[in-house]
Protein backbone atom coordinates (compact mmCIF):
# COMPACT_ATOMS: atom_id res chain seq x y z
CA UNK A 1 0.00 0.00 0.00
CA UNK A 2 1.53 3.28 -0.70
CA UNK A 3 0.43 7.41 0.00
CA UNK A 4 0.55 9.44 -2.81
CA UNK A 5 2.42 12.79 -1.93
CA UNK A 6 2.54 15.87 -3.71
CA UNK A 7 4.28 16.05 -6.89
CA UNK A 8 3.86 13.51 -9.79
CA UNK A 9 5.17 10.11 -9.52
CA UNK A 10 6.05 10.42 -5.98
CA UNK A 11 4.75 7.68 -3.17
CA UNK A 12 5.93 6.94 0.31
CA UNK A 13 5.98 3.21 0.96
CA UNK A 14 6.27 1.48 4.19
CA UNK A 15 9.93 1.52 5.49
CA UNK A 16 11.18 4.23 2.77
CA UNK A 17 11.23 8.03 2.57
CA UNK A 18 10.06 9.88 -0.43
CA UNK A 19 12.03 8.32 -3.03
CA UNK A 20 11.29 8.26 -6.99
CA UNK A 21 9.59 5.55 -8.38
CA UNK A 22 11.87 1.89 -7.92
CA UNK A 23 14.92 3.47 -6.36
CA UNK A 24 15.63 2.15 -2.99
CA UNK A 25 16.51 4.09 0.08
CA UNK A 26 20.29 3.98 -0.20
CA UNK A 27 19.97 5.38 -3.64
CA UNK A 28 19.55 8.95 -2.08
CA UNK A 29 23.10 9.13 -0.75
CA UNK A 30 25.13 6.60 -2.74
CA UNK A 31 25.79 5.66 -6.26
CA UNK A 32 25.77 2.36 -7.46
CA UNK A 33 29.15 1.28 -7.68
CA UNK A 34 29.95 -0.23 -10.96
CA UNK A 35 32.30 -3.00 -12.11
CA UNK A 36 35.03 -0.37 -13.41
CA UNK A 37 35.08 1.74 -10.13
CA UNK A 38 35.22 -1.34 -7.83
CA UNK A 39 38.40 -2.05 -10.17
CA UNK A 40 39.86 1.15 -9.87
CA UNK A 41 39.48 1.53 -6.02
CA UNK A 42 41.31 -2.34 -6.37
CA UNK A 43 44.08 -1.11 -8.03
CA UNK A 44 44.84 2.17 -6.51
CA UNK A 45 44.43 0.85 -3.01
CA UNK A 46 46.71 -1.66 -3.93
CA UNK A 47 49.22 0.97 -5.04
CA UNK A 48 48.86 2.25 -1.57
CA UNK A 49 49.21 -0.81 0.32
CA UNK A 50 52.45 -1.00 -2.14
CA UNK A 51 53.96 2.35 -1.64
CA UNK A 52 53.21 2.30 1.86
CA UNK A 53 55.42 -1.64 2.31
CA UNK A 54 58.20 0.07 -0.18
CA UNK A 55 58.21 2.97 2.56
CA UNK A 56 58.61 1.16 5.57
CA UNK A 57 61.51 -0.86 4.74
CA UNK A 58 63.87 2.44 5.00
CA UNK A 59 62.01 3.43 8.03
CA UNK A 60 62.70 -0.11 9.89
CA UNK A 61 66.18 0.04 8.82
CA UNK A 62 66.61 3.49 10.19
CA UNK A 63 64.82 2.84 13.49
CA UNK A 64 62.33 5.65 12.31
CA UNK A 65 59.27 4.17 14.45
CA UNK A 66 57.66 7.54 14.80
CA UNK A 67 57.94 8.08 10.58
CA UNK A 68 56.75 4.57 10.63
CA UNK A 69 54.09 4.74 12.93
CA UNK A 70 52.69 8.00 11.27
CA UNK A 71 52.91 5.52 7.98
CA UNK A 72 51.01 3.05 9.19
CA UNK A 73 48.49 5.63 10.71
CA UNK A 74 47.54 6.84 6.75
CA UNK A 75 47.58 3.58 5.14
CA UNK A 76 44.74 2.46 7.52
CA UNK A 77 43.02 5.40 7.66
CA UNK A 78 42.80 5.86 3.72
CA UNK A 79 41.76 1.94 4.23
CA UNK A 80 39.08 2.99 6.78
CA UNK A 81 37.73 5.61 4.33
CA UNK A 82 37.61 4.23 0.88
CA UNK A 83 36.67 1.01 2.22
CA UNK A 84 33.42 2.08 3.96
CA UNK A 85 30.42 3.72 2.75
CA UNK A 86 30.99 6.88 4.38
CA UNK A 87 32.31 9.81 4.86
CA UNK A 88 31.59 11.03 1.10
CA UNK A 89 33.08 14.75 1.14
CA UNK A 90 36.37 13.44 2.68
CA UNK A 91 36.70 10.67 -0.08
CA UNK A 92 37.13 14.14 -2.31
CA UNK A 93 39.10 16.00 0.20
CA UNK A 94 41.99 13.97 2.00
CA UNK A 95 44.22 13.02 -1.67
CA UNK A 96 44.40 16.87 -2.02
CA UNK A 97 45.12 17.45 1.23
CA UNK A 98 47.78 14.52 1.47
CA UNK A 99 49.33 16.39 -1.89
CA UNK A 100 49.11 19.71 -0.16
CA UNK A 101 51.42 18.46 3.03
CA UNK A 102 53.70 16.37 0.42
CA UNK A 103 54.45 18.95 -2.07
CA UNK A 104 53.55 22.28 -0.35
CA UNK A 105 53.72 21.89 3.66
CA UNK A 106 56.35 19.87 4.33
CA UNK A 107 58.76 21.89 1.78
CA UNK A 108 57.98 24.88 3.45
CA UNK A 109 58.46 22.66 7.05
CA UNK A 110 61.98 21.15 5.44
CA UNK A 111 63.03 24.90 4.76
CA UNK A 112 62.72 26.48 7.49
CA UNK A 113 63.98 23.88 9.86
CA UNK A 114 67.21 24.20 7.60
CA UNK A 115 67.28 28.01 8.41
CA UNK A 116 68.32 26.90 12.20
CA UNK A 117 71.16 24.96 11.22
CA UNK A 118 74.54 25.05 9.38
CA UNK A 119 73.43 22.67 6.58
CA UNK A 120 76.46 22.61 3.71
CA UNK A 121 79.10 21.61 2.31
CA UNK A 122 81.57 19.77 5.26
CA UNK A 123 78.42 19.87 7.82
CA UNK A 124 76.18 17.71 5.70
CA UNK A 125 75.80 13.97 7.94
CA UNK A 126 76.27 13.38 11.64
CA UNK A 127 79.67 13.70 14.22
CA UNK A 128 80.44 9.99 13.56
CA UNK A 129 80.52 10.41 9.54
CA UNK A 130 83.03 13.62 10.21
CA UNK A 131 85.75 11.83 11.61
CA UNK A 132 85.04 8.28 9.25
CA UNK A 133 85.92 11.58 6.56
CA UNK A 134 88.80 13.04 8.51
CA UNK A 135 90.44 9.70 9.11
CA UNK A 136 89.58 8.41 5.76
CA UNK A 137 90.66 11.30 3.72
CA UNK A 138 94.60 11.46 5.54
CA UNK A 139 95.14 7.95 4.52
CA UNK A 140 99.27 7.95 3.04
CA UNK A 141 101.07 5.32 2.01
CA UNK A 142 103.48 3.62 4.48
CA UNK A 143 106.11 1.24 4.30
CA UNK A 144 104.99 -2.28 3.69
CA UNK A 145 100.97 -1.71 2.75
CA UNK A 146 99.47 -4.44 1.27
CA UNK A 147 98.96 -3.80 -2.20
CA UNK A 148 95.55 -4.93 -4.99
CA UNK A 149 95.31 -5.01 -8.53
CA UNK A 150 92.97 -2.88 -8.97
CA UNK A 151 89.59 -2.61 -11.28
CA UNK A 152 87.57 0.73 -11.51
CA UNK A 153 83.76 -0.11 -11.86
CA UNK A 154 80.49 1.12 -11.59
CA UNK A 155 77.14 -0.29 -10.94
CA UNK A 156 75.26 2.44 -13.12
CA UNK A 157 76.26 4.96 -16.18
CA UNK A 158 80.22 4.28 -16.95
CA UNK A 159 80.46 8.38 -17.54
CA UNK A 160 78.20 9.60 -13.96
CA UNK A 161 77.71 6.10 -12.49
CA UNK A 162 79.06 5.62 -8.35
CA UNK A 163 82.65 4.39 -8.43
CA UNK A 164 83.15 1.31 -7.04
CA UNK A 165 86.76 -0.56 -6.40
CA UNK A 166 87.17 -4.42 -7.55
CA UNK A 167 90.25 -5.72 -5.56
CA UNK A 168 92.52 -8.69 -5.47
CA UNK A 169 93.72 -9.42 -2.21
CA UNK A 170 97.27 -10.98 -3.15
CA UNK A 171 97.52 -13.52 -0.79
CA UNK A 172 94.20 -15.00 -1.08
CA UNK A 173 92.52 -14.49 -3.78
CA UNK A 174 89.81 -12.91 -2.53
CA UNK A 175 88.12 -10.27 -4.83
CA UNK A 176 85.93 -7.31 -2.78
CA UNK A 177 84.19 -4.33 -3.79
CA UNK A 178 84.72 -1.37 -2.15
CA UNK A 179 83.19 1.71 -1.53
CA UNK A 180 82.98 4.78 0.72
CA UNK A 181 80.86 2.76 2.72
CA UNK A 182 83.57 -0.01 2.89
CA UNK A 183 84.52 -3.50 1.66
CA UNK A 184 82.08 -6.23 0.27
CA UNK A 185 83.24 -9.94 -0.76
CA UNK A 186 82.55 -10.73 -3.96
CA UNK A 187 81.33 -14.74 -4.53
CA UNK A 188 84.07 -15.94 -6.67
CA UNK A 189 81.84 -17.53 -8.92
CA UNK A 190 80.24 -14.10 -9.81
CA UNK A 191 83.55 -12.37 -11.03
CA UNK A 192 85.84 -13.10 -13.69
CA UNK A 193 90.13 -12.12 -12.65
CA UNK A 194 92.53 -12.26 -15.73
CA UNK A 195 96.25 -12.11 -15.04
CA UNK A 196 97.88 -10.71 -12.74
CA UNK A 197 94.77 -10.53 -10.19
CA UNK A 198 92.83 -7.87 -12.07
CA UNK A 199 89.12 -8.28 -12.08
CA UNK A 200 87.88 -8.34 -16.32
CA UNK A 201 84.09 -9.25 -15.47
CA UNK A 202 81.69 -8.72 -12.26
CA UNK A 203 78.03 -9.94 -11.76
CA UNK A 204 76.17 -6.38 -11.46
CA UNK A 205 79.00 -3.78 -12.17
CA UNK A 206 80.86 -2.54 -15.54
CA UNK A 207 83.90 -2.62 -15.59
CA UNK A 208 85.49 0.55 -17.11
CA UNK A 209 87.96 0.67 -19.97
CA UNK A 210 90.69 2.70 -19.76
CA UNK A 211 89.53 5.78 -21.44
CA UNK A 212 86.50 5.58 -19.73
CA UNK A 213 88.71 5.51 -16.15
CA UNK A 214 90.76 7.97 -17.16
CA UNK A 215 88.39 10.55 -17.55
CA UNK A 216 87.17 10.12 -14.09
CA UNK A 217 90.95 10.17 -12.69
CA UNK A 218 90.16 12.62 -10.55
CA UNK A 219 86.88 11.06 -8.85
CA UNK A 220 88.77 7.36 -8.66
CA UNK A 221 92.42 9.70 -6.96
CA UNK A 222 89.41 10.88 -4.38
CA UNK A 223 87.49 7.52 -3.82
CA UNK A 224 88.51 6.19 -0.25
CA UNK A 225 87.20 3.25 0.92
CA UNK A 226 87.19 2.33 4.57
CA UNK A 227 88.97 -0.51 6.07
CA UNK A 228 89.42 -2.32 8.87
CA UNK A 229 93.07 -1.77 9.19
CA UNK A 230 93.14 1.82 7.74
CA UNK A 231 91.71 2.46 4.27
CA UNK A 232 92.31 1.69 0.80
CA UNK A 233 93.32 4.21 -2.29
CA UNK A 234 93.93 4.01 -6.03
CA UNK A 235 97.51 4.15 -7.02
CA UNK A 236 97.12 5.17 -10.88
CA UNK A 237 94.07 3.11 -12.21
CA UNK A 238 95.54 -0.07 -11.60
CA UNK A 239 97.00 -0.50 -8.12
CA UNK A 240 95.39 0.27 -5.15
CA UNK A 241 96.78 0.43 -1.16
CA UNK A 242 95.82 -0.25 1.88
CA UNK A 243 97.39 2.72 4.15
CA UNK A 244 97.15 4.56 7.64
CA UNK A 245 95.26 7.39 8.79
CA UNK A 246 98.12 10.02 10.10
CA UNK A 247 94.65 11.93 11.73
CA UNK A 248 92.97 10.00 14.46
CA UNK A 249 89.92 10.99 16.88
CA UNK A 250 90.35 10.60 20.45
CA UNK A 251 87.17 9.94 22.31
CA UNK A 252 89.00 11.14 25.38
CA UNK A 253 89.61 15.10 24.43
CA UNK A 254 87.00 15.04 22.01
CA UNK A 255 89.91 15.59 19.29
CA UNK A 256 91.53 14.91 16.14
CA UNK A 257 95.33 14.50 16.48
CA UNK A 258 97.92 14.66 13.41
CA UNK A 259 100.27 11.97 14.45
CA UNK A 260 102.95 13.20 12.12
CA UNK A 261 102.67 17.31 12.96
CA UNK A 262 101.24 16.46 16.72
CA UNK A 263 98.37 19.24 16.02
CA UNK A 264 94.95 18.96 17.50
CA UNK A 265 91.58 20.09 16.49
CA UNK A 266 89.08 20.51 19.06
CA UNK A 267 85.55 19.64 18.39
CA UNK A 268 83.45 22.77 18.23
CA UNK A 269 79.69 21.68 19.02
CA UNK A 270 78.13 25.14 18.66
CA UNK A 271 79.09 24.86 15.08
CA UNK A 272 80.14 21.47 14.28
CA UNK A 273 83.63 21.91 13.46
CA UNK A 274 87.37 20.43 14.38
CA UNK A 275 89.11 23.91 15.50
CA UNK A 276 92.35 24.44 16.27
CA UNK A 277 94.35 26.83 18.77
CA UNK A 278 95.29 28.74 15.78
CA UNK A 279 91.89 29.09 14.47
CA UNK A 280 92.37 26.28 11.60
CA UNK A 281 88.82 24.50 10.86
CA UNK A 282 88.93 21.32 8.92
CA UNK A 283 86.46 20.88 6.03
CA UNK A 284 85.07 17.84 7.70
CA UNK A 285 82.20 18.91 10.12
CA UNK A 286 78.87 17.69 11.41
CA UNK A 287 75.20 19.39 10.53
CA UNK A 288 73.91 20.79 14.46
CA UNK A 289 71.61 23.21 15.12
CA UNK A 290 72.74 27.38 15.15
CA UNK A 291 69.80 29.01 16.14
CA UNK A 292 68.94 32.22 14.68
CA UNK A 293 73.13 32.72 13.76
CA UNK A 294 71.61 32.47 10.09
CA UNK A 295 69.85 34.95 10.12
CA UNK A 296 71.77 37.68 12.11
CA UNK A 297 74.37 37.03 9.88
CA UNK A 298 72.02 38.49 6.96
CA UNK A 299 71.38 41.51 8.49
CA UNK A 300 74.64 42.24 10.67
CA UNK A 301 77.30 40.34 8.33
CA UNK A 302 78.67 42.97 5.90
CA UNK A 303 79.70 40.37 3.38
CA UNK A 304 76.39 39.51 3.45
CA UNK A 305 74.10 42.09 4.54
CA UNK A 306 75.50 44.73 2.05
CA UNK A 307 74.54 42.80 -1.00
CA UNK A 308 71.57 41.39 0.72
CA UNK A 309 70.17 44.94 0.99
CA UNK A 310 71.34 46.07 -2.52
CA UNK A 311 69.70 43.40 -4.31
CA UNK A 312 66.44 43.72 -1.93
CA UNK A 313 66.41 46.91 -3.51
CA UNK A 314 66.94 46.01 -7.20
CA UNK A 315 64.67 42.71 -6.82
CA UNK A 316 61.81 45.68 -5.59
CA UNK A 317 62.25 47.61 -8.78
CA UNK A 318 62.81 44.86 -11.10
CA UNK A 319 59.17 43.48 -9.80
CA UNK A 320 57.27 46.94 -9.70
CA UNK A 321 58.75 47.67 -13.40
CA UNK A 322 58.43 44.32 -14.67
CA UNK A 323 54.93 44.28 -13.75
CA UNK A 324 53.90 48.13 -14.47
CA UNK A 325 55.36 48.32 -17.78
CA UNK A 326 53.98 45.33 -18.90
CA UNK A 327 50.39 46.50 -17.36
CA UNK A 328 50.94 49.75 -18.67
CA UNK A 329 51.71 48.50 -22.49
CA UNK A 330 49.40 45.69 -22.49
CA UNK A 331 46.65 47.79 -20.81
CA UNK A 332 47.34 50.74 -23.79
CA UNK A 333 47.35 48.10 -26.94
CA UNK A 334 43.99 46.88 -25.12
CA UNK A 335 42.41 49.91 -25.17
CA UNK A 336 43.24 51.15 -28.51
CA UNK A 337 42.12 47.60 -30.09
CA UNK A 338 39.01 47.92 -27.70
CA UNK A 339 37.79 51.13 -29.71
CA UNK A 340 35.21 50.38 -32.70
CA UNK A 341 36.98 52.57 -34.85
CA UNK A 342 39.67 49.99 -35.40
CA UNK A 343 39.43 47.47 -37.77
CA UNK A 344 41.36 44.19 -38.00
CA UNK A 345 41.52 43.67 -34.13
CA UNK A 346 41.25 39.99 -34.30
CA UNK A 347 44.82 39.87 -36.54
CA UNK A 348 46.27 42.26 -34.32
CA UNK A 349 45.63 40.39 -31.26
CA UNK A 350 46.48 37.12 -32.56
CA UNK A 351 50.47 38.83 -33.75
CA UNK A 352 50.52 40.88 -30.61
CA UNK A 353 50.10 37.21 -28.32
CA UNK A 354 53.26 35.71 -30.32
CA UNK A 355 55.27 36.57 -27.33
CA UNK A 356 53.44 34.44 -25.03
CA UNK A 357 52.88 31.34 -27.16
CA UNK A 358 56.77 31.41 -27.32
CA UNK A 359 58.68 29.03 -24.90
CA UNK A 360 60.16 31.91 -22.27
CA UNK A 361 63.23 30.17 -21.64
CA UNK A 362 64.26 30.12 -25.50
CA UNK A 363 62.91 33.23 -25.99
CA UNK A 364 65.27 34.40 -23.11
CA UNK A 365 68.19 32.65 -24.30
CA UNK A 366 67.32 34.24 -27.62
CA UNK A 367 67.58 37.93 -26.65
CA UNK A 368 70.31 37.29 -24.80
CA UNK A 369 72.07 36.94 -28.06
CA UNK A 370 70.57 39.77 -29.06
CA UNK A 371 71.58 42.01 -26.62
CA UNK A 372 75.46 40.68 -27.64
CA UNK A 373 77.95 43.67 -27.90
CA UNK A 374 79.16 42.55 -31.29
CA UNK A 375 77.31 40.36 -33.72
CA UNK A 376 73.61 40.99 -31.25
CA UNK A 377 70.62 42.41 -33.21
CA UNK A 378 70.09 45.33 -31.04
CA UNK A 379 73.47 46.85 -31.66
CA UNK A 380 73.39 45.91 -35.04
CA UNK A 381 69.94 47.29 -35.89
CA UNK A 382 70.33 50.60 -34.33
CA UNK A 383 74.09 51.27 -34.71
CA UNK A 384 74.98 51.21 -31.07
CA UNK A 385 78.23 49.82 -29.42
CA UNK A 386 76.48 49.29 -26.22
CA UNK A 387 78.27 46.80 -23.88
CA UNK A 388 74.72 45.64 -22.64
CA UNK A 389 75.72 43.08 -20.07
CA UNK A 390 79.11 44.88 -19.18
CA UNK A 391 77.70 47.56 -16.97
CA UNK A 392 74.98 47.39 -14.32
CA UNK A 393 72.40 49.88 -15.83
CA UNK A 394 72.31 48.55 -19.02
CA UNK A 395 72.03 44.85 -17.72
CA UNK A 396 69.46 46.31 -15.86
CA UNK A 397 67.32 47.93 -18.87
CA UNK A 398 67.94 44.88 -20.99
CA UNK A 399 66.58 42.74 -18.58
CA UNK A 400 63.43 44.79 -17.78
CA UNK A 401 62.99 45.40 -21.89
CA UNK A 402 62.89 41.75 -22.04
CA UNK A 403 60.41 41.53 -19.46
CA UNK A 404 58.08 43.85 -21.07
CA UNK A 405 58.78 42.20 -24.34
CA UNK A 406 57.45 38.63 -22.69
CA UNK A 407 54.80 39.92 -20.29
CA UNK A 408 52.70 42.27 -21.98
CA UNK A 409 50.80 40.00 -23.91
CA UNK A 410 49.57 38.44 -20.41
CA UNK A 411 48.20 42.04 -19.27
CA UNK A 412 46.66 42.78 -22.88
CA UNK A 413 44.81 39.29 -22.79
CA UNK A 414 43.16 40.31 -19.05
CA UNK A 415 43.05 43.79 -19.61
CA UNK A 416 41.16 43.00 -22.69
CA UNK A 417 39.03 40.82 -21.13
CA UNK A 418 38.12 43.29 -17.86
CA UNK A 419 37.14 45.97 -20.47
CA UNK A 420 34.58 44.08 -22.18
CA UNK A 421 33.22 43.66 -19.22
CA UNK A 422 32.68 47.45 -18.27
CA UNK A 423 29.17 48.23 -19.02
CA UNK A 424 29.00 50.68 -22.34
CA UNK A 425 26.91 53.18 -20.53
CA UNK A 426 29.27 54.18 -18.12
CA UNK A 427 31.63 55.52 -20.13
CA UNK A 428 28.53 56.86 -22.76
CA UNK A 429 27.52 58.73 -19.36
CA UNK A 430 30.42 60.72 -19.00
CA UNK A 431 30.95 61.83 -22.41
CA UNK A 432 27.27 63.19 -22.35
CA UNK A 433 28.13 64.93 -19.07
CA UNK A 434 31.11 66.12 -21.08
CA UNK A 435 33.85 64.81 -19.91
CA UNK A 436 36.74 64.23 -22.01
CA UNK A 437 38.13 60.54 -23.62
CA UNK A 438 41.09 60.85 -20.93
CA UNK A 439 38.88 62.52 -17.69
CA UNK A 440 36.45 59.51 -18.86
CA UNK A 441 39.70 57.38 -18.75
CA UNK A 442 40.52 58.11 -15.48
CA UNK A 443 37.30 58.94 -13.46
CA UNK A 444 35.59 55.20 -14.46
CA UNK A 445 37.81 52.83 -16.75
CA UNK A 446 40.88 52.66 -15.07
CA UNK A 447 39.59 52.09 -11.78
CA UNK A 448 37.24 49.61 -12.29
CA UNK A 449 40.11 48.11 -14.00
CA UNK A 450 42.40 48.09 -11.43
CA UNK A 451 39.24 46.66 -9.36
CA UNK A 452 39.22 44.00 -11.92
CA UNK A 453 43.02 43.44 -11.88
CA UNK A 454 44.80 44.16 -8.78
CA UNK A 455 44.83 40.34 -7.98
CA UNK A 456 46.22 39.54 -11.30
CA UNK A 457 49.12 42.83 -10.74
CA UNK A 458 49.87 41.08 -7.13
CA UNK A 459 49.98 37.64 -8.23
CA UNK A 460 52.39 38.84 -11.38
CA UNK A 461 54.45 41.32 -8.59
CA UNK A 462 55.01 38.07 -6.57
CA UNK A 463 55.75 35.86 -9.87
CA UNK A 464 58.65 38.80 -10.99
CA UNK A 465 59.82 38.85 -7.38
CA UNK A 466 61.30 35.38 -7.65
CA UNK A 467 61.72 35.18 -11.75
CA UNK A 468 65.00 33.70 -11.73
CA UNK A 469 64.61 32.29 -15.52
CA UNK A 470 64.50 35.95 -16.26
CA UNK A 471 67.86 37.23 -15.20
CA UNK A 472 69.49 33.61 -15.35
CA UNK A 473 68.77 32.81 -18.34
CA UNK A 474 70.05 36.23 -19.74
CA UNK A 475 73.05 38.10 -17.38
CA UNK A 476 73.52 35.26 -15.03
CA UNK A 477 73.30 38.31 -12.68
CA UNK A 478 76.47 39.97 -13.71
CA UNK A 479 78.08 41.92 -14.11
CA UNK A 480 79.84 41.54 -11.03
CA UNK A 481 82.24 43.64 -9.10
CA UNK A 482 85.77 42.53 -9.16
CA UNK A 483 85.56 42.49 -5.44
CA UNK A 484 82.53 40.32 -4.19
CA UNK A 485 81.94 37.20 -7.38
CA UNK A 486 78.54 36.17 -5.37
CA UNK A 487 76.39 39.07 -6.32
CA UNK A 488 75.89 40.50 -9.24
CA UNK A 489 74.19 44.19 -10.73
CA UNK A 490 70.89 42.41 -11.83
CA UNK A 491 71.02 39.26 -9.03
CA UNK A 492 67.71 38.63 -7.56
CA UNK A 493 67.27 37.54 -4.50
CA UNK A 494 66.17 34.29 -5.45
CA UNK A 495 69.41 33.97 -7.66
CA UNK A 496 71.61 35.63 -5.03
CA UNK A 497 70.17 32.29 -2.54
CA UNK A 498 70.79 29.85 -5.52
CA UNK A 499 74.36 31.05 -5.71
CA UNK A 500 74.71 30.80 -2.20
CA UNK A 501 73.24 27.17 -2.39
CA UNK A 502 75.04 25.85 -5.14
CA UNK A 503 77.84 28.09 -6.16
CA UNK A 504 81.22 27.16 -7.09
CA UNK A 505 82.56 28.55 -3.76
CA UNK A 506 80.37 26.02 -1.94
CA UNK A 507 77.10 24.72 -0.58
CA UNK A 508 75.32 26.97 2.22
CA UNK A 509 72.13 25.27 2.64
CA UNK A 510 71.04 26.84 5.99
CA UNK A 511 72.42 30.50 4.64
CA UNK A 512 70.13 29.60 1.82
CA UNK A 513 66.76 28.41 3.34
CA UNK A 514 67.50 31.60 6.07
CA UNK A 515 67.57 33.65 2.81
CA UNK A 516 64.30 31.96 1.14
CA UNK A 517 62.49 32.94 4.71
CA UNK A 518 63.30 36.73 3.71
CA UNK A 519 61.94 36.49 0.82
CA UNK A 520 58.47 34.49 1.92
CA UNK A 521 57.92 37.16 4.25
CA UNK A 522 58.99 40.39 2.16
CA UNK A 523 56.29 38.68 -0.25
CA UNK A 524 53.60 37.48 1.78
CA UNK A 525 53.55 41.54 3.36
CA UNK A 526 53.52 42.88 0.19
CA UNK A 527 50.83 41.17 -0.85
CA UNK A 528 48.69 41.05 2.53
CA UNK A 529 49.23 45.13 2.15
CA UNK A 530 47.92 45.07 -1.53
CA UNK A 531 45.03 42.58 -0.59
CA UNK A 532 43.73 44.85 1.83
CA UNK A 533 44.09 47.81 -0.54
CA UNK A 534 42.09 46.04 -3.06
CA UNK A 535 39.09 45.01 -0.63
CA UNK A 536 38.96 48.87 -0.22
CA UNK A 537 38.82 49.57 -3.78
CA UNK A 538 35.96 46.70 -4.38
CA UNK A 539 33.93 48.49 -1.63
CA UNK A 540 34.26 52.07 -3.09
CA UNK A 541 32.88 51.02 -6.53
CA UNK A 542 30.54 48.18 -5.83
Not at 251 to 262: I, K, M, P
Not at 283 to 309: C, H, M, Y
Not at 318 to 335: E, R
Not at 415 to 427: F, S, V, W
Request: glycine share 10%.
Amino acid sequence: MSTKLSGPGSTRTPGRGPVGPGLPRTARHHAPVTATGLVVKVILLGLVAGIAIWAAFPLVEAEKWVGLALLAATTAGLFYLYLTPRHIPAKYLVPGTLFLIAFQVFPVLYTASTAFTNFGDGHRGSKDEAVVAIQSSSVQQVPGSTEYALSVATAGDPATGALVFLVTDPATGVVSAGDADGLRRLDPADVTVGSGGKVTAADGYTVLNFGQASARSQEITDLVVPTAGGALRSSGLSRAYEGRAIRAYDAGCDCVTDSESGKRWTADEATGSFVAADGERLAQGWKVNVGLENFSRVLTDPNISGPFFGTLLWNFAFAIGSTGFTFGLGMAIALALHSPRMRGTNLYRVLLILPYAMPSFAMLLVWRDMFNTDFGLVNNLFGLGVDWFGEAWSARAAVLLVQLWLGYPYMFLVATGALQAIPKELTEATSVDGASPWQSFRAVTLPLLLVALSPLLIASFAYNFNNINAVWLTTEGGPFPADNPRNGATDLLITYTYRLAFGAQGAEFGMAAAVSIFIFAIVATVSAISFRNTRKQEEVYS
